[in-house]
């Protein structure tokens, strides 16, 4: 018989068995907050309080105490349909739930944010793809010890966190769009009504005009290498709005970006002293490659076609794998994709796309790696005769996403790795991990002894525009700015290749998500294919490219295997930043480029 959650309104907790490697038990705040969800607005005891010192308060949020397990019927072997979650039950549930109180360096469990996990299933224990360094990884002392702050009276020596007195800023002031309030759907640098909103060093402290939840005394701090609880909930209740995952134990935690995230997953699943590799698509992201290179991971790569990998090509590789064929490296277990706007190909997933790809992963249990930082950025199928309409609110604008993988996921297998650097801004090296609680842990584990969690500074910027100012409607709305934007921007850059690149020799297809476009020269046409290599007419190209004053991406650059002669010629180009005017200059010179080198 299977284990199902049952969390919720007047439901039980449940949680898995500790694992071998030292997953840490539930805290006992989760009876508390679920209590305040279904107790008519009564606070939980960590909402609200009477004031107490930063140093027992740091607790309220944290301190083990493990719950009971519970048999459930064969009726919940199955789990019920994956209902979606709306911005008006989150709304209720932290009007139930009372001020969130999280002092400097608090514990968090993210699991107390989620809604109602009646009927999922627990995720399927995952320990056998660990590598042994995550598995030998204990918790950190220093931080476990935080737990004793919540004893009566304590008083402490025992950490080194600096008196926010000696803080030399008071506050941070930002001007930004109001996109909660104003209905207008146009750009920052357009928008009529922007608002002037200040953080300041003491806004928690009671005697401040207003309570906040978040400050510059507690985000400057040192705290847990999770983040922030106050920016954990908006990321679990953004979770569940877009993906909502159907297995029990799901948990996030914050990140330094989608590349620092996919270092540590690489070291917590991969080891090359066991000859491990990983499988992505034949053209992938050359950071990705360049992370996993130097781990002593290699990567091969599975064909594509228009919607990115192709899921008979990833099961052949997978059934028909000998070692002595591959450099004597063993049958992957690790499966890292970009389904939406993939780098470098622009390549989109379809919906049953993903699903057979993550359907032959559970056949062959694979983790899944789904990075997606241009996830949201989904755009129109055609640009003519007539475009796709926009959808014209949040609601809608949910619902016209594409199914993430995260949502497919019954087992656990799936580490979704979400970024605001392509969405808000990318110097705020903040992002989130999504995953199976046992993967989250060892994943903290190892953020606790290298990065400790992202700058106190990004993560309470981004609280205060995004959970105080805008909410999920606001943050959704914007989203929609940045989807007609990228529209916009994306269909003049394809207007610009229709004009001026010679299609006799260039291809390219419409992308629907990100902002890559990939183009293929037809190198057999070249007049010299017969005496120069692919890679050398790719290289006379670029260089002509940038003697003309263009410079775009080589595709070799992003090949999974370099240790293997291309086949194709390719460049990628981006419609990210550059003017429509200089867009279309840029193309034009491309164009003038190619042909030269065709002498056409």
């Avoid at 007195?165 to 207008?184: A, G, K, M, Q, R």
Wanted: glycine share 6%.
């Amino acid at each position: 018989m299977r284990r199902a959650a049952r969390l919720g309104s007047g439901a039980a907790a449940v949680v898995p068995r500790s694992r071998s490697w030292g997953l840490t038990s539930r805290p006992d705040f989760i009876n508390n907050y679920k209590k305040a969800q279904s107790n008519n607005g009564q606070q939980a005891s960590f909402h609200s309080r009477p004031k107490l010192d930063s140093a027992a308060e740091a607790t309220v949020i944290g301190g083990p105490s493990p719950l009971p397990e519970v048999e459930l019927p064969d009726i919940l072997e199955t789990p019920t349909k994956n209902k979606k979650v709306t911005i008006g039950e989150i709304l209720e549930r932290r009007r139930r739930a009372g001020r969130l109180v999280a002092p400097t360096a608090a514990g968090c469990d993210s699991g107390v944010f989620k809604g109602d996990s009646s009927g999922k299933p627990m995720a399927k224990d995952m320990s056998h793809h660990l590598s042994y360094e995550a598995s030998i990884r204990e918790p950190c002392k220093l931080k476990q010890a935080a737990r004793h702050l919540k004893t009566p009276g304590i008083i402490s020596l025992g950490g080194g966190l600096p008196c926010p007195e000696y803080f030399p800023i008071n506050s941070i002031s930002l001007s930004v769009p109001d996109y909660l309030h104003n209905p207008t759907l146009s750009p920052p640098e357009v928008h009529p009504a922007f608002q002037d909103i200040t953080i300041g060093k003491y806004d928690t402290h009671p005697s401040a005009p207003v309570q906040k939840e978040y400050d510059l005394s507690i985000s400057l701090n040192y705290a847990q290498a999770h983040g922030s609880a106050q920016l954990i909930r908006f990321v679990t209740e953004h979770t569940e709005l877009v993906s909502n995952p159907p297995y029990a134990d799901w948990k996030t935690c914050l990140t330094v970006g989608s590349t620092g995230a996919l270092e540590q997953t690489l070291r917590m699943l991969c080891d090359s002293s066991r000859n491990d590799s990983i499988l992505t698509e034949e053209f992938s992201f050359a950071t990705a490659l360049e992370t996993a290179h130097p781990l002593g991971i290699p990567t091969f790569g599975v064909p594509i076609d228009d919607q990115g990998l192709i899921p008979s090509e990833l099961d052949h590789i997978l059934s028909t794998w000998n070692p002595s064929e591959r450099d004597n490296k063993r049958k992957p277990h690790v499966l890292y994709t970009v389904p939406s706007g993939q780098n470098p190909t622009g390549a989109t997933q379809g919906p049953e796309r993903r699903k057979q790809i993550y359907d032959i992963c559970s056949k062959h249990d694979l983790v899944i790696i789904e990075d997606e930082p241009y996830y949201y950025l989904q755009l129109p199928p055609t640009i003519t005769p007539t475009p796709t309409p926009a959808p014209s609110n949040t609601t809608d604008f949910l619902d016209s996403l594409l199914p993430t993988l995260l949502s497919m996921d019954t087992d656990g297998r799936v580490i979704r790795m979400d970024s605001f650097s392509k969405v808000l801004v990318p110097g705020s090296r903040l992002g989130w991990l999504t995953a199976s609680d046992q993967l989250v842990e060892r994943f903290l584990r190892h953020a606790e002894v290298a990065n400790q969690g992202p700058s106190g500074f990004s993560q309470v910027i981004l609280h205060k525009l995004l959970d105080e100012t805008w909410g999920h409607e606001g943050y959704l709305k914007w989203l929609m700015v940045l989807q007609r934007e990228y529209t916009e921007r994306r269909n003049t850059l394809l207007k610009a290749c229709e004009e001026y690149l010679p299609k006799e020799v260039v291809s390219w297809g419409v992308v629907r998500a990100g902002m890559f476009q990939w183009l293929h020269l037809d190198h057999t046409l070249h007049p010299d294919s017969r005496t120069k290599s692919i890679l050398e007419i790719e290289e006379d190209i670029f260089e002509s490219c940038i003697d003309k004053g263009v410079l775009i991406a080589r595709g070799s650059w992003f090949r999974a295997q370099q240790e293997v002669a291309p086949t194709g010629l390719f460049f990628r180009v981006t419609f990210a930043a550059a003017t429509p005017g200089n867009m279309t200059e840029a193309i034009r010179r491309l164009g003038g480029a190619v042909r030269e080198s065709f002498r056409l």
